[in-house]
């Protein structure tokens, strides 16, 4: 995918305003942080900042919230748990 993109003074710093279609495909998000790398021929790279289970708080409280209670797995009626344990 390209696209060209045009370097821009705010304030001391610079910035380059990145298509939507770019944002959309990385999965990108507004507040996003980003490493920035310097390729000795001049290529800069940028590379998300994910953390880990980053996401977990917030899909924990959106099933909370929607009184989802029933547990995902089931884990009473199983192969090995039938065959294997005696009750």
Request: aromatic share 10%.
């Amino acid at each position: 995918m390209k696209n060209t993109a045009t370097l821009t003074r705010w304030g001391n710093s610079f910035g380059i305003r990145i298509p939507k279609n770019f944002v959309t495909t990385s999965h990108a998000h507004a507040g996003e942080i980003f490493e920035i790398h310097l390729k000795p021929d001049g290529r800069l790279i940028l590379t998300p900042i994910k953390k880990p289970r980053g996401d977990w708080t917030a899909a924990f409280n959106a099933n909370t919230n929607a009184n989802k209670d029933e547990m995902l797995i089931n884990t009473l009626e199983n192969d090995f748990d039938l065959d294997e344990w005696t009750w």
